[in-house]
């Protein structure tokens, strides 16, 4: 239609004589700009073109090709990545930083002294990428709290020595839960700090083939992530060290749906540390969005926290960026919460990093 009313408007407003244009192509051509602007909604006319979103992945693995070797040889294959996947999947996405943490089931095989080794070549691996691409990545770093003095050891490392923004654990560790309190000296040392510590599920122990043809990622892991929720506040260790930020993965796995049956423990249990019920400990946990983004995650996730504890995360490389983008465009987050989620949050618990 817009071609058509332009041929109307005298065509083309070119003139074939030289020194420039006819006064008549001059017309022309004014009439034609002016029946573009008027075709043309002024909301696009005066709107500056949007500028990307600069979002901070705090859910983006890595897999070190030492500890893909070393997953294997413990007969546990381990997911296809590389750095270009990663920055690849980044640049599509509108991400600009991603904070790079390990793979379950991570590096505890019963081995002290082995899991120490490997969790300081993770450590390394990822401080290496952090200094080679400047402003793309960041770093959860990995220790095993099974080992207290191996993980007291590995602290100092990655955060005095390789700077690492926070660290990455797993909800379980030999069947002991994050509240166990075998656990209590490495939580007082990060709690000293004010660490951010980012928390991935894994299948538990006791639960790897309850449903045959379900993979315990379907179910499981979602699980897992409320059960050392759980722990952390039904056993005080929340309360105990209260300056640690804990971020759970997949919008905290099922605990939005579980909420009513804690406030009701609770009431039973009458646990002195929670006289306020379990749910002021809920509310000051973080959540990231990676596999908890429908609306039906994010409408139980949002009568627990407002946007201010919300972090985007994608899962990579299990899932892609565009996933989070759509479930989050999807829902009725303001501007506001948008920037509150892509990034403010972040840089809030981790002010080294920068959108």
């Not at 500028?51 to 413990?74: G, N, Q, T």
């Not at 996947?85 to 082995?114: H, V």
């Not at 656990?183 to 000293?192: I, K, M, Q, S, T």
């Not at 201010?308 to 899962?315: K, N, V």
């Amino acid at each position: 239609m817009l071609d058509g009313k332009l041929r109307l408007l005298g065509g083309c407003a070119c003139c074939n004589q030289p020194g420039g244009l006819s006064r008549r192509g001059f017309l022309a051509s004014a009439v034609s700009a002016a029946a573009v602007t008027a075709l043309t909604p002024s909301n696009v006319l005066a709107q500056p073109a949007a500028s990307p979103p600069r979002r901070i992945d705090v859910h983006h693995h890595m897999v070190p090709p030492a500890h893909a070797e070393f997953l294997i040889k413990k007969n546990v294959p381990a997911i296809k990545w590389s750095v270009q996947m990663s920055l690849d999947d980044m640049d599509k996405s509108g991400i600009k930083t991603a904070l790079l943490s390990q793979i379950q089931p991570g590096t505890w095989f019963g081995d002290a002294a082995e899991s120490r080794a490997m969790s300081r070549v993770i450590n390394e691996y990822g401080a290496k990428l952090v200094q080679d691409h400047p402003g793309r990545f960041g770093l959860f770093a990995t220790i095993t709290p099974l080992d207290v003095e191996g993980s007291l050891k590995e602290i100092e490392y990655a955060f005095d020595t390789l700077k690492a923004d926070g660290l990455g654990l797993l909800t379980s560790y030999n069947g002991k839960y994050l509240g166990d309190p075998s656990f209590a000296p490495v939580w007082e040392e990060l709690n000293r700090r004010k660490a951010v510590i980012y928390v991935h599920p894994l299948a538990a122990n006791c639960c790897e083939n309850v449903v045959p043809g379900i993979p315990p990622g379907s179910i499981e892991y979602a699980t897992d992530t409320t059960r050392t929720i759980a722990h952390l506040v039904f056993t005080g260790t929340s309360q105990k060290f209260p300056d640690i930020r804990w971020i759970f993965s997949h919008s905290g796995g099922t605990l939005p749906f579980l909420t009513q049956r804690f406030i009701q423990q609770q009431k039973v249990q009458k646990h002195s540390f929670l006289p306020n019920g379990p749910m002021p400990e809920f509310k000051k946990f973080y959540y990231e969005l990676a596999q908890g983004n429908t609306k039906a995650q994010l409408f139980g996730l949002s009568q627990i926290v407002d946007s201010s504890h919300m972090l985007y995360g994608t899962d990579f490389p299990y899932r892609d960026g565009a996933e989070v983008n759509g479930g989050i465009a999807g829902w009725n987050f303001t501007a506001a919460d948008l920037s509150a989620i892509n990034n403010v949050t972040a840089m809030k618990l981790m002010p080294n990093l920068k959108a």
